[in-house]
C-alpha cells in the first residue's frame, strides 16, 4: 500500500528543494535527502516508493529548477494530485516521467493508505475507489515512454499535434 | 481570424496559425542556459540525447550571473567547465562574470527582440515580453532538447488581457503595478495563460521589463507588453505583430493607474499584497536593490533621488547589485552609485546575487528584508525565518533612511 502526503497551496520549488540545497551538479545520492528537507522533514527519510503527494492549488509555482521534481521522482513519489500546477513545474514532472493529475482530494487524510491504478487512472482508497480526470493520450505516452527523453528518441518528435 | 500577441509569435514559430488550447511544436529562436542549471543541461544532451553539438550556436546565449562571481571551489570548477563547453560549441553570446543577470543583458543586447520566442532555463525568462517577445521559462530537460534541435512543443496559452488606465502618481512605479496585478490576480491567476499588458505605452523598456518579469509570480507562461510607444520606436518590429482588438482574451483586469499607492507583498507569497500605508511599522534590518525585477540604472537612480544628501540608517544594511555592467556604468557616469555609496550603500558584483540565497548577502534567521526582487517564499534568500518583504526601488530608499518599511512619498 502507497501512503497519501497531503500538502496545502502554493508548494513553491523551494519549499521542495530549497535552492541553497542542489547547487550546481549535485549527485542523485544527495539530492534524494532534500525534498521537503524544511517544510516537512519527516517525508524524505520515511517516504516510500509509490507514495502519493495530494496537495492544494499551483502545485510547484517559482522556479524552473528540474531538481524540485527531479528529487520527488527519486524518492519514488508514484503521483502527484492538485486541483492546479505551477506550469513549469507540470512541464518539468511530465518530462520526467512522474503522473500529475488534475483533482482537489484535499479531504483526503494525511498518512492515509491508498493504492494508485495508473493505467485505469483509479485511486483506491479505504472510502472507495476515486476516478482521477484522465490526461490526453500523448501525455500519457510520455508517462509510458519513460519521459520526454525516451519519448523523444523513440518517435524522433515532440508529442502533440502529429500524435492527437 | 484575430490572434492575441502569444498566438501571433507562436503562429509564426509552428509555421502555421494557431490558436490558444493547440499542442504544437515550434523553432525556437532564441534559447538560454544560465551557470545554475547549465551543468544538467549539458548532462542530458550528452549522456541522455547523444548530442554532440548544439543546434545552432548564434541562437544560444550562455549567461553566468546566478552564482558570480563564484562562491566555492564547486561553482568555480562547474563554470570553468560551462566557459570551456561553450567555447567548444562555438557559442559566441558567452556573458561572463560581472556583464549580469541573463533577461537584463538579452534585452541590452538586442538578442532579445519583438516578436520572437526565447525560451530560456530561468523562470524569470518571462521578462523578454518587455521587447514583445514570447519569453518563458523551462526545466534542464526542455532546455537540453530546445539546444539539441532548435524545437519545442507548446500548448498555445490563452491570454489575459490587463488594461491600465491613468498615470502613475508621484512616488508610485512600475513595481507596484506588478504587485497589484500579483494581489488581484493571486500566485495562480495566470497559470498555463499569458499575459497582455496594455495601457503602458509611456513606460521605459526597463518599466517593462518589471511587469514582464513578474508575470510568472502570478503563473504566467508569457507576460507580454506590446512593442508600441516612445521606448521602443527603434526596435525593429514586425510587420504581423500587432495588437488585433477582437482578439479572444480569457479575462479582463483593469488597473488604475491613478488611485495606485506603493504596494508590499509581505512574507511568505508574492499574492500577500496590501497598500504600504496598512502594513504598520515594520522595522528592518536589510534593504537589497538589484534583481532582473528592480536593478537596472533608472531603479539606482531612484533610489539616488531619495538617499541624496542623506544617511542610511545605522541598522539598516544597504545592499546595491546592479543588474549588468551597462546599469553599472550609467550609475557611475551619472554620480548615481556615488550617491549610494555616500548615504552608505554596499555595492555587490551585476548578477543575481542573494536573490536565490546563495551568496553576496544571504539572510541570518532574524532578518528583516525589504527587496526589489520577485520572490519573497520562506528561505529564498537564505535562512527560512528570515522575513522578506517586496517593495519598489523607492520604497527601498526610503525604508532604508527610516530603519522601518516606509512610504518614499512621506520621505522625500
Not at chain 1, 63 to 84: D, F, H, N, T
Amino acid at each position: 500500500m502507497s501512503r497519501i502526503w497531503r500538502f496545502g497551496d502554493d508548494v513553491n520549488t523551494d519549499q521542495i528543494v530549497p535552492g541553497r540545497y542542489a547547487p550546481y551538479m549535485t549527485s542523485e545520492a544527495e539530492l534524494r535527502k532534500y525534498p521537503f528537507i524544511e517544510a516537512r522533514p519527516d517525508f524524505a527519510p520515511t517516504v516510500q516508493a509509490g507514495d502519493i503527494i495530494v496537495a492544494g492549488r499551483n502545485f510547484g509555482c517559482g522556479s524552473s529548477r528540474e531538481y524540485a521534481p527531479q528529487a520527488l521522482k527519486l524518492v519514488g513519489v508514484g503521483a502527484i494530485i492538485a486541483p492546479s500546477f505551477a506550469r513549469i513545474f507540470y512541464r518539468n514532472a511530465l518530462n520526467l516521467g512522474i503522473p500529475l493529475f488534475e483533482a482537489d482530494l484535499q479531504w483526503l487524510e494525511d498518512g492515509a493508505e491508498a493504492q494508485l491504478d495508473l493505467d485505469g487512472g483509479i485511486l483506491h482508497t479505504a472510502r472507495g475507489p476515486i476516478a482521477l480526470p484522465q490526461p490526453p493520450a500523448w501525455m500519457q505516452q510520455v508517462w509510458q515512454a519513460g519521459g520526454i527523453v525516451p519519448y523523444f528518441r523513440q518517435h524522433g518528435r515532440f508529442p502533440g499535434e502529429a500524435a492527437q | 481570424m484575430a490572434q492575441t500577441l502569444a498566438e501571433q509569435i507562436l503562429s509564426q514559430a509552428a509555421g502555421r496559425p494557431v490558436q490558444a488550447g493547440e499542442v504544437v511544436t515550434v523553432r525556437v529562436d532564441l534559447a538560454m542556459v544560465h551557470d545554475s542549471i547549465a551543468p544538467s543541461v549539458i548532462r542530458i544532451l550528452h549522456e541522455q540525447l547523444g548530442a554532440e553539438r548544439v543546434w545552432n550556436p548564434d541562437r544560444i546565449a550562455v549567461a553566468i550571473d546566478h552564482v558570480a562571481p563564484a562562491a566555492n571551489l564547486q561553482t568555480a570548477e562547474s563554470q570553468n567547465k560551462l566557459r570551456a563547453w561553450a567555447r567548444e560549441q562555438g557559442i559566441r553570446n558567452l556573458f561572463d562574470v560581472g556583464r549580469g543577470i541573463a533577461h537584463q543583458v538579452l534585452i541590452e543586447e538586442r538578442l532579445a527582440r519583438p516578436g520572437l520566442l526565447i525560451v530560456g532555463s530561468d523562470s524569470h525568462s518571462t521578462a523578454y515580453g518587455a521587447v514583445g517577445a514570447f519569453g518563458t521559462g523551462m526545466g534542464a530537460t526542455d532546455i537540453a532538447l530546445a539546444l539539441a534541435t532548435g524545437q519545442t512543443w507548446l500548448r498555445v496559452p490563452e491570454t489575459i488581457h490587463v488594461q491600465a488606465r491613468g498615470r502613475l502618481g508621484a512616488g508610485v512605479t512600475a513595481k507596484d503595478v506588478a504587485l497589484k496585478i500579483a494581489r488581484e490576480l493571486r500566485a495562480d491567476g495566470a497559470t498555463y495563460q499569458a499575459i497582455e499588458y496594455h495601457g503602458f505605452d509611456s513606460f521605459s523598456v526597463g518599466e517593462r521589463t518589471t511587469l514582464a518579469t513578474m508575470a510568472i509570480e502570478v503563473g504566467g507562461k508569457a507576460g507580454i507588453v506590446p512593442p508600441t510607444g516612445a521606448a521602443l520606436a527603434d526596435d525593429y518590429v514586425p510587420s504581423w505583430l500587432t495588437v488585433e482588438a477582437d482578439a479572444t482574451y480569457s479575462r479582463t483586469l483593469a488597473i488604475d493607474l491613478d488611485d495606485l499607492d506603493p504596494q508590499i507583498a509581505a512574507p511568505h507569497h508574492v499574492d500577500n499584497v496590501t497598500d504600504l500605508r496598512n502594513l504598520g511599522r515594520i522595522p528592518v534590518d536589510v534593504v537589497y536593490l538589484g534583481t532582473c525585477t528592480n536593478g537596472r540604472h533608472e531603479d539606482m537612480a531612484a533610489a539616488a533621488r531619495i538617499l541624496r544628501g542623506r544617511r542610511i540608517h545605522p541598522s539598516v544594511r544597504m545592499m546595491v547589485v546592479p543588474a549588468s555592467s551597462e546599469a553599472l556604468q550609467l550609475a557611475v557616469a551619472d554620480g548615481t552609485l556615488s550617491t549610494l555609496l555616500a548615504a552608505g550603500a554596499t555595492l555587490g558584483t551585476p548578477g543575481c546575487g542573494a536573490c536565490i540565497g546563495r551568496h553576496m548577502g544571504v539572510l541570518g534567521p532574524t532578518d528583516v528584508c525589504l527587496f526589489t526582487g520577485n520572490r519573497n517564499f520562506r528561505g529564498r534568500m537564505g535562512h527560512p525565518d528570515a522575513q522578506i518583504y517586496l517593495g519598489s526601488p523607492e520604497v527601498a530608499a526610503a525604508t532604508a533612511v527610516a530603519g522601518y518599511i516606509a512610504d518614499p512619498r512621506e520621505i522625500a
